[in-house]
């Protein structure tokens, strides 16, 4: 019987999961030291960094059975892996990974706040606001994880944000085929499933290849879903706001509240 079938036993409660969280870490990085915090819901890393369980909790119990493992041991390597992971000294080395991603503005900083809770006054994330409830930030795109670029690492490279968003925007319009299927001919969701689904909101040119009956309306109730319809049109008004209900129960959430597009804005 393996550790993580050991503890498989009735409901999968917090408390059950950060024991295989736990168990877990032990095996991928034996010489650190993790600390749990219970009101928190987080693990301290030896780094004074942080994982939260929030998210990988939801993914956890969402799964099926057979696939748990696999889910957990992917996340909590990508923890380990990027706990000391050095960027590259300059930013034509970087630049062809640099992507944008959007999150809520209050997820944002209350990661800054725990931050700053844990000693870390220094650590400042540079973020475009979009509409008065999103922003966007950017991250090192690893093979098997993301890295947030704070504003120490623009200014080792002497780049300002807005050449770093332009860089990162360019290379989300390169990324591969993206995928949005049509219901009911007036309602364009994303399917493309490469964890910037809710990116895409940025791309104005792909947006407006939709076609809707008035302004555009988009949502990005969680990372990997993207819903656009028009002002005009009640019933896609309706279908968004109900796929936006059921996507924001998913894994990974950022916000239903829409936007709506205004010229460039």
């Given at each position: 019987?393996?550790?993580?079938?050991?503890?498989?036993?009735?409901?999968?409660?917090?408390?059950?999961?950060?024991?295989?969280?736990?168990?877990?870490?032990?095996?991928?990085?034996?010489?650190?030291?993790?600390?749990?915090?219970?009101?928190?819901?987080?693990?301290?890393?030896?780094?004074?960094?942080?994982?939260?369980?929030?998210?990988?909790?939801?993914?956890?119990?969402?799964?099926?059975?057979?696939?748990?493992?696999?889910?957990?041991?992917?996340?909590?390597?990508?923890?380990?892996?990027?706990?000391?992971?050095?960027?590259?000294?300059?930013?034509?080395?970087?630049?062809?990974?640099?992507l944008p991603v959007i999150r809520s503005r209050f997820y944002l900083e209350s990661v800054l706040l725990q931050a700053k809770v844990r000693g870390n006054d220094a650590l400042e994330v540079p973020q475009q606001v979009i509409g008065e409830h999103l922003a966007l930030s950017l991250v090192y795109d690893l093979p098997s994880a993301m890295r947030t670029i704070g504003q120490t690492d623009l200014e080792s490279w002497e780049v300002s944000f807005y050449e770093a968003v332009e860089a990162a925007r360019h290379n989300l319009e390169q990324m591969g085929e993206v995928a949005f299927a049509t219901l009911d001919s007036c309602v364009y969701a994303s399917?493309?499933?490469?964890?910037?689904?809710?990116?895409?909101?940025?791309?104005?040119?792909?947006?407006?290849?939709?076609?809707?009956n008035g302004d555009y309306v988009a949502m990005v109730p969680n990372r990997d879903t993207l819903v656009v319809t028009g002002s005009d049109d009640e019933h896609g008004l309706a279908l968004l706001a109900k796929i936006a209900e059921d996507s924001h129960e998913k894994p990974r959430p950022i916000s239903t509240v829409a936007l709506r597009l205004e010229g460039d804005e």
């Open positions: 019987m393996g550790i993580f079938d050991f503890f498989s036993g009735g409901p999968m409660t917090q408390e059950k999961f950060v024991q295989i969280v736990l168990a877990e870490l032990r095996k991928l990085d034996p010489a650190s030291q993790y600390q749990y915090n219970a009101e928190r819901f987080q693990i301290a890393r030896p780094d004074d960094g942080f994982i939260n369980l929030g998210n990988i909790y939801q993914e956890y119990c969402r799964a099926e059975k057979n696939e748990r493992d696999a889910v957990l041991r992917r996340f909590l390597r990508n923890c380990v892996s990027t706990k000391s992971y050095e960027l590259p000294a300059e930013f034509d080395d970087i630049h062809p990974d640099l399917a493309t499933g490469d964890n910037y689904d809710a990116s895409r909101l940025v791309l104005l040119d792909l947006i407006r290849r939709f076609k809707v």
